[in-house]
């Protein structure tokens, strides 16, 4: 090889190099958009504990948090101890995974959770110059890429039996955030840059303390708000223990509201709502009720946009995603099911057992993947005829989490390990 030879090799594999790194960031709980679709035209079809694995760090204790990625960085939650005390969010590299930096908010008290929802159950958010997590009781934190802390809020307490799970979302100049649940559950927007509250709108509710709604059944919504832009503006949807909501992300306005997530077993929401054509998707927690709405209008739109509400259906605590005029979404419990859905209706199309899934279904390079809770990853591709299993990559860790898909590269954080999977 001679001398310009050599040079436009190392020129070549610079640019190879780069493109991997950049690709589509990952920056928060679902992908860029936040409704689990990622832009990747590639990404592994299949891995294993010894095969396409490029590096794992890991990771100090079990949580449900996913990871994101962002301009480079790798960024996942973490407790320090088992009594949720040490609270941190931990970066790593994303080339070689090599752990840069470790910030922790020390909380004295110890908060109730439940044993399946270890603390720093958060996704954080990010936009390739800072990162926003959110420790519950400990706090809501900004930080830059070099680990230093810009600012910090105290929420205050939120005490739940269940323990905590909502995560930020960053929307252009400030963050919106579902607070709860708890005694009191509350949604707002903080300026990015100074952490100062622009709104917040607090969410009625009754009850015997934060966990029991007045008969004693459990209440409480883990849901992450969505952003969807519905006739040329934008809405903050969150659902809420008994009702979805959509506020308007520059003052708090609420804008609709539609009720039906009450069901026998409790007021509980878990999962996401789905964004389709025109149309959205809400599940109730705990076998709770399910419901269509056809988006558009102004107040209590129950009666007149609701499409259909189902009384009961499995448990959902991953969400779903919409492709082709369908949504596929998984289910929790025993045996665990995917299912293909279709929104305008409630209709269940086809259903295939998949072990149980607490993470949510994504979506990239033609490919739904979905991790279950003993950490195999099952890859299918969408059809709305039948199940079509296209792969089942078993790293045999459990894992409650999402993974992030970034640069042809897979993240998948499961309870001992944080994988950066590429083949």
Known sequence: MNWNSRIAFCIALATLVVGQASGEDWPGFRGPDGNGISKETSAPLTWS???????????PRPANGSPIVSNGRVFVTSAQDDEGHQRSLLCFDRQDGKELWK??????????????????????????????????????????????KLWSRDLGEFEHIWGYGTSPVIY????????????RNFVAAFDLQTGKTIWEVDEPQQGKNGSEREDGKYKGSWCTPIIANVEG???????????????????????????GIRGPKGDLSYSSPILGDETLVAI???????LGVRLGGHGNI??????????????????GVFLDGHIYRPNAGSPGTLECLDPKTGKVVWTERSGSSWGSIVYAAERCYLTNQDGTTQVFKPNLDKYEGLASNRLGEPSNSTP???????????FGHLYCIGE
């Open 233 to 259: 503006a934008d809405q903050v949807i969150c659902t809420m223990p008994t009702r979805v909501i959509a506020f308007d992300p520059k003052d708090g306005g609420v804008i609709w509201t539609c009720d």
């Open 103 to 148: 910030h922790t908010v020390d909380f004295a008290k110890k908060m109730p959770t439940h044993q399946t929802n270890p603390y720093c159950g958060s996704t954080p958010a990010a936009n390739g110059e800072v990162v926003v997590v959110w420790h519950a009781s400990a706090g809501l934190v900004c930080l830059d890429f070099a680990g230093n």
């Open 302 to 319: 129950t009666d007149s946009n609701r499409l259909w509400r189902n009384e009961s259906n499995p448990q959902s605590i991953g969400s």
């Open 172 to 183: 252009k100049d400030r963050v919106i955030l579902h607070s709860g649940p708890g005694e």
């Open 284 to 290: 109730g927690g705990f076998g709770g009720p399910g």
């Open 49 to 59: 504990p010894d095969q396409n694995i490029k590096w794992k760090a890991a990771l």
């Open 404 to 414: 992030a898909v970034s640069g042809g590269q897979i993240f998948i954080r499961t």
